[in-house]
Protein backbone atom coordinates (compact mmCIF):
# COMPACT_ATOMS: atom_id res chain seq x y z
CA UNK A 1 0.00 0.00 0.00
CA UNK A 2 0.95 3.75 -0.19
CA UNK A 3 3.12 4.64 2.94
CA UNK A 4 3.06 8.04 2.42
CA UNK A 5 1.34 10.80 1.34
CA UNK A 6 3.20 12.99 -1.34
CA UNK A 7 6.28 11.63 -1.21
CA UNK A 8 7.62 8.88 -3.28
CA UNK A 9 10.04 6.27 -0.99
CA UNK A 10 13.45 6.07 -0.97
CA UNK A 11 13.89 3.12 -3.25
CA UNK A 12 12.32 4.86 -5.67
CA UNK A 13 13.57 8.02 -5.23
CA UNK A 14 16.85 5.74 -5.92
CA UNK A 15 15.40 4.64 -9.05
CA UNK A 16 14.76 8.09 -10.39
CA UNK A 17 18.91 8.93 -9.76
CA UNK A 18 19.92 5.96 -11.81
CA UNK A 19 17.60 6.85 -14.52
CA UNK A 20 18.92 10.16 -14.17
CA UNK A 21 22.67 9.25 -14.32
CA UNK A 22 22.26 6.59 -17.20
CA UNK A 23 25.28 4.82 -16.34
CA UNK A 24 26.13 1.43 -14.33
CA UNK A 25 28.13 3.58 -11.95
CA UNK A 26 24.13 5.32 -11.12
CA UNK A 27 22.65 2.41 -10.23
CA UNK A 28 25.28 1.68 -7.30
CA UNK A 29 23.11 3.41 -4.37
CA UNK A 30 20.19 1.08 -5.41
CA UNK A 31 21.73 -2.27 -5.50
CA UNK A 32 22.72 -1.07 -2.07
CA UNK A 33 19.51 -0.32 -0.70
CA UNK A 34 18.66 -3.54 -2.17
CA UNK A 35 21.41 -5.18 -0.42
CA UNK A 36 20.54 -3.91 2.92
CA UNK A 37 16.95 -5.10 2.72
CA UNK A 38 15.11 -2.23 1.71
CA UNK A 39 11.30 -3.41 0.68
CA UNK A 40 11.24 -3.00 -3.79
CA UNK A 41 7.49 -3.25 -3.59
CA UNK A 42 7.00 -0.45 -1.19
CA UNK A 43 4.72 2.27 -2.56
CA UNK A 44 4.74 6.19 -1.57
CA UNK A 45 2.43 8.89 -3.35
CA UNK A 46 3.37 11.42 -5.78
CA UNK A 47 1.34 13.48 -8.18
CA UNK A 48 -1.80 11.15 -7.85
CA UNK A 49 -0.54 8.07 -8.14
CA UNK A 50 1.12 5.35 -5.71
CA UNK A 51 4.99 4.67 -7.15
CA UNK A 52 7.28 1.72 -6.41
CA UNK A 53 10.67 1.76 -7.45
CA UNK A 54 9.38 -0.85 -10.59
CA UNK A 55 7.22 1.69 -11.92
CA UNK A 56 9.84 4.57 -12.04
CA UNK A 57 12.22 2.49 -13.86
CA UNK A 58 9.20 0.80 -16.65
CA UNK A 59 8.22 4.65 -17.07
CA UNK A 60 11.64 5.18 -17.91
CA UNK A 61 12.51 2.48 -19.72
CA UNK A 62 15.64 1.90 -17.85
CA UNK A 63 15.89 -2.12 -18.05
CA UNK A 64 18.80 -2.20 -16.14
CA UNK A 65 17.35 -0.42 -13.26
CA UNK A 66 14.47 -2.86 -14.12
CA UNK A 67 16.74 -5.76 -13.73
CA UNK A 68 17.92 -5.14 -10.94
CA UNK A 69 14.13 -4.29 -9.13
CA UNK A 70 13.03 -7.87 -10.72
CA UNK A 71 15.74 -9.82 -9.42
CA UNK A 72 15.13 -8.63 -5.86
CA UNK A 73 11.45 -9.43 -6.26
CA UNK A 74 9.82 -6.27 -6.99
CA UNK A 75 5.96 -7.52 -8.31
CA UNK A 76 5.35 -7.19 -12.00
CA UNK A 77 1.50 -6.94 -10.81
CA UNK A 78 1.28 -4.09 -8.13
CA UNK A 79 -0.56 -1.30 -9.09
CA UNK A 80 0.46 2.43 -9.26
CA UNK A 81 -2.56 4.09 -7.97
CA UNK A 82 -3.57 3.36 -4.23
CA UNK A 83 -7.10 1.09 -3.78
CA UNK A 84 -10.45 2.94 -4.57
CA UNK A 85 -8.17 5.37 -6.64
CA UNK A 86 -8.21 8.57 -3.58
CA UNK A 87 -5.34 10.46 -3.10
CA UNK A 88 -5.03 14.03 -0.97
CA UNK A 89 -9.41 13.18 -0.94
CA UNK A 90 -9.28 13.75 -4.38
CA UNK A 91 -10.39 11.59 -6.93
CA UNK A 92 -7.34 10.28 -9.39
CA UNK A 93 -8.09 8.96 -13.14
CA UNK A 94 -9.69 5.91 -11.70
CA UNK A 95 -7.41 3.73 -13.31
CA UNK A 96 -4.93 1.22 -11.71
CA UNK A 97 -1.54 0.54 -13.89
CA UNK A 98 0.82 -2.29 -13.46
CA UNK A 99 4.05 -2.15 -14.98
CA UNK A 100 3.15 -3.94 -18.60
CA UNK A 101 0.05 -1.39 -18.57
CA UNK A 102 2.44 1.97 -18.16
CA UNK A 103 4.26 0.85 -21.20
CA UNK A 104 1.45 -0.37 -23.41
CA UNK A 105 0.17 3.01 -22.48
CA UNK A 106 2.96 5.10 -23.50
CA UNK A 107 2.68 2.73 -27.18
CA UNK A 108 -1.05 3.35 -27.30
CA UNK A 109 -0.34 6.96 -27.53
CA UNK A 110 1.35 7.43 -31.02
CA UNK A 111 4.85 7.57 -29.85
CA UNK A 112 7.38 7.99 -32.76
CA UNK A 113 8.97 5.35 -34.48
CA UNK A 114 12.51 5.47 -32.63
CA UNK A 115 9.99 5.34 -29.32
CA UNK A 116 7.88 2.53 -30.64
CA UNK A 117 10.93 0.59 -31.47
CA UNK A 118 11.94 1.11 -27.86
CA UNK A 119 9.13 0.22 -26.03
CA UNK A 120 8.12 -2.86 -28.39
CA UNK A 121 11.78 -3.91 -27.09
CA UNK A 122 10.68 -3.31 -23.18
CA UNK A 123 7.49 -4.88 -23.45
CA UNK A 124 9.26 -7.83 -24.23
CA UNK A 125 11.34 -7.77 -21.94
CA UNK A 126 8.88 -7.48 -19.27
CA UNK A 127 7.31 -10.95 -20.36
CA UNK A 128 10.39 -12.62 -20.91
CA UNK A 129 10.50 -11.52 -16.43
CA UNK A 130 7.43 -13.07 -15.86
CA UNK A 131 4.65 -9.97 -16.38
CA UNK A 132 1.57 -11.15 -17.37
CA UNK A 133 0.47 -10.00 -20.74
CA UNK A 134 -3.40 -10.35 -20.23
CA UNK A 135 -3.27 -8.80 -16.48
CA UNK A 136 -6.24 -6.76 -15.84
CA UNK A 137 -5.97 -3.35 -14.91
CA UNK A 138 -9.24 -1.91 -12.84
CA UNK A 139 -10.73 0.85 -14.44
CA UNK A 140 -12.65 2.12 -11.48
CA UNK A 141 -14.94 4.86 -13.32
CA UNK A 142 -15.78 2.35 -16.64
CA UNK A 143 -14.61 5.12 -19.16
CA UNK A 144 -12.96 1.95 -21.46
CA UNK A 145 -16.22 -0.47 -21.85
CA UNK A 146 -15.43 -2.27 -18.38
CA UNK A 147 -14.54 -2.62 -14.87
CA UNK A 148 -10.92 -4.23 -16.10
CA UNK A 149 -8.94 -3.94 -18.70
CA UNK A 150 -5.92 -6.07 -20.58
CA UNK A 151 -3.00 -4.33 -22.38
CA UNK A 152 -4.37 -5.27 -25.57
CA UNK A 153 -8.36 -3.85 -24.58
CA UNK A 154 -6.33 -0.78 -24.12
CA UNK A 155 -4.32 -1.04 -27.48
CA UNK A 156 -8.10 -1.75 -29.19
CA UNK A 157 -9.72 0.98 -27.41
CA UNK A 158 -6.96 3.68 -28.57
CA UNK A 159 -7.41 2.33 -32.10
CA UNK A 160 -3.17 1.02 -31.87
CA UNK A 161 -3.55 -1.70 -34.37
CA UNK A 162 0.01 -2.05 -34.28
CA UNK A 163 0.41 -2.73 -30.41
CA UNK A 164 -2.92 -5.02 -30.66
CA UNK A 165 -0.92 -6.91 -33.23
CA UNK A 166 2.39 -7.02 -30.98
CA UNK A 167 0.32 -8.18 -27.76
CA UNK A 168 -1.17 -10.93 -29.78
CA UNK A 169 1.99 -12.40 -30.53
CA UNK A 170 3.37 -12.63 -26.75
CA UNK A 171 0.18 -13.95 -25.95
CA UNK A 172 -2.64 -11.13 -25.44
CA UNK A 173 -6.41 -11.99 -26.19
CA UNK A 174 -9.61 -10.46 -25.54
CA UNK A 175 -11.71 -11.50 -23.06
CA UNK A 176 -15.00 -13.33 -24.82
CA UNK A 177 -17.55 -11.58 -25.35
CA UNK A 178 -15.79 -7.96 -25.39
CA UNK A 179 -16.20 -5.47 -28.29
CA UNK A 180 -14.22 -2.17 -28.36
CA UNK A 181 -16.85 1.01 -26.85
CA UNK A 182 -17.36 3.45 -28.80
CA UNK A 183 -15.81 6.41 -28.52
CA UNK A 184 -16.83 10.11 -28.22
CA UNK A 185 -15.30 12.58 -30.14
CA UNK A 186 -12.39 14.37 -28.95
CA UNK A 187 -10.95 17.61 -28.73
CA UNK A 188 -8.35 16.85 -31.04
CA UNK A 189 -11.23 15.30 -33.69
CA UNK A 190 -13.36 17.92 -33.28
CA UNK A 191 -10.51 20.68 -34.17
CA UNK A 192 -9.70 18.80 -37.18
CA UNK A 193 -13.23 18.06 -38.10
CA UNK A 194 -13.53 21.88 -37.88
CA UNK A 195 -10.40 22.70 -39.98
CA UNK A 196 -11.47 20.14 -42.33
CA UNK A 197 -14.75 22.21 -43.20
CA UNK A 198 -13.35 25.69 -42.79
CA UNK A 199 -11.09 24.10 -45.73
CA UNK A 200 -13.99 23.42 -47.87
CA UNK A 201 -15.88 26.82 -46.96
CA UNK A 202 -12.64 28.49 -48.65
CA UNK A 203 -12.21 26.35 -50.99
CA UNK A 204 -15.56 26.74 -52.59
CA UNK A 205 -16.42 30.72 -53.28
CA UNK A 206 -13.03 29.94 -55.43
CA UNK A 207 -14.61 27.01 -57.60
CA UNK A 208 -18.02 29.25 -57.88
CA UNK A 209 -15.41 32.01 -59.30
CA UNK A 210 -13.54 29.96 -62.17
CA UNK A 211 -16.64 28.42 -63.45
CA UNK A 212 -18.25 31.92 -63.68
CA UNK A 213 -15.37 33.13 -65.37
CA UNK A 214 -15.77 30.27 -68.11
CA UNK A 215 -18.77 31.51 -69.17
Not at 22 to 49: K, M, S, T, W
Not at 152 to 165: K, R, S, Y
Amino acid sequence: RCAGIGELQPLAVLTRVAVAHGGPAGLEPLALAIQHGADVNCRGEHRGYCWAAIHIAVAALHQPAAELLIRAGADLSVPNVAPGGVHNGKRGNGIRYAPIHLVCRAWAKDASVPVRAALREFLAFLVEQGADVNLEARDLERKHGGDRLRPIQLAMVEGNDELAAELAKLGGCVPDGWTVPERAPSKKDEKACEKGKGKERAASPGKSKGKKGKK
